[in-house]
């Protein structure tokens, strides 16, 4: 499965009013594998940039005067993303951008080229109700280190983001996908794959103690989420029926 990591960088806050975007970066994952691969460009967005969004992310109109246009990179920007799943936090600011960078070359909208997105901020806010779920705060919270993320940066944020993305997701398929040889050339060896249908596993009941302290725990997060949990949901379902 090929997956892209994509940031981008604006000159403010609206695509729909006139903003551009001035930084885009991807990052690939192949089967839950970084591998090397990354498109990077910065953008002369042919408009002032935003005192605000500056402060953001630090770069200047100067520094923009000798890149390129969208115009002269957008058909590398759709073969690097063609048919693949997504992963951006707050998707809908990245995507409105490209899709109207497209639109102003008229192109086809730019989600129209990939398979599929994956928001990282609405997968947060569904597995940290009630928590602070911006890149900072997921890179604090699960381990990731971001020290050197003085700045916003389109490349060094899709960077950050894929391994947010891979530990916020290892447990879904971490003891097939991790076994897979995605870096594998010609000639490689196979992996040896193991018929473990007859595997029988022993199942370890928790105590009544366990059982009490995992309760606490879903009642606080229940609580922090202001009653919007899908198990407390399902609950009254059940007990309605």
Not at 187 to 201: E, K, Y
Not at 215 to 241: C, H, I, N, R, Y
């Amino acid at each position: 499965m090929r997956q892209i990591v994509l940031d981008t960088e604006t000159t403010g806050l609206s695509a729909a009013t006139g903003d551009r975007l001035i930084e885009i970066g991807c990052v690939e994952l192949v089967n839950r594998r970084l591998t090397g691969r990354h498109l990077h460009y910065y953008v002369n967005p042919e408009r002032d940039i935003d005192e605000g969004a500056i402060a953001v992310h630090g770069i200047t109109l100067d520094f923009l005067a000798d890149k390129p246009r969208f115009a002269d990179i957008a058909h590398e920007v759709r073969d690097f993303v063609q048919d693949a799943e997504l992963i951006i936090h707050n998707a809908a600011f990245d995507l409105g951008f490209l899709d109207m960078e497209f639109q102003r070359l008229g192109l086809p909208p730019f989600r129209q080229h990939v398979g599929s997105v994956i928001d990282t901020l609405l997968e947060a806010r569904q597995m940290f109700p009630g928590k602070r779920n911006s890149l900072d705060a997921l890179c604090e919270r699960l381990g990731v280190s971001n020290a050197h993320r003085t700045l916003h940066g389109a490349l060094l944020d899709a960077e950050l983001l894929a391994e947010v993305y891979l530990a916020m997701t290892r447990g879904q398929n971490a003891l097939v996908i991790d076994m897979m040889d995605t870096g594998a050339g010609p000639g490689a060896a196979a992996i040896a794959t193991a018929d473990l249908s007859a595997l029988r596993l022993p199942v370890i009941e928790p105590s009544a103690e366990e059982l009490a302290a995992h309760a606490a725990v879903l009642k606080d997060m229940d609580k922090a989420s202001g009653g919007k949990t899908v198990w407390q949901e399902a609950a009254l379902l059940e007990e309605a029926a």
